[in-house]
């Protein structure tokens, strides 16, 4: 039983490492910034999800306690990333593209992100 349990540590720690070197060399290799956003939102965070995994696991079996940080650093890993990737990929198509060239929007006129008012100075409530 320790033998299997020690496989299953070891395979979630080399995959995890496996992971985290492929999204690496994907982040110095992929040619644009929206290429270069999936390597280290998908799978570098997988690769560090599985190291962690691999802690815990370790941690219940010989240790004998359930480790909760790793369980919060995996969880906090896997809801942020895709969240952080969403908002860097908001800002890069609104800095690389006009709104004349954006298709259509429909009904609506006028796309979210092109949407801006005219910057006015804040004012204080006193004098509104």
Known sequence: MDLFIELLISACVVIGGIFGLVGSFGLIKLNDAMSRMHA?????????????????????????????????????LLVTAPVTANFLAKVFINQQTK??????????????????????????????
């Open 40 to 76: 280290p939102t998908k799978s570098t965070t997988l690769g560090v999800g599985g190291v962690l995994i691999g802690s815990m696991i370790h941690a219940v079996v010989f240790e004998g306690k359930l480790s909760a940080h790793e369980l919060l650093i995996t969880l906090f």
């Open 99 to 128: 709104p004349e060239d954006l298709p259509n929007p429909g009904p609506c006129k006028v796309w979210a992100t092109h949407a801006k008012p005219d910057h006015s100075p804040v004012t204080d409530a006193s004098e509104a």
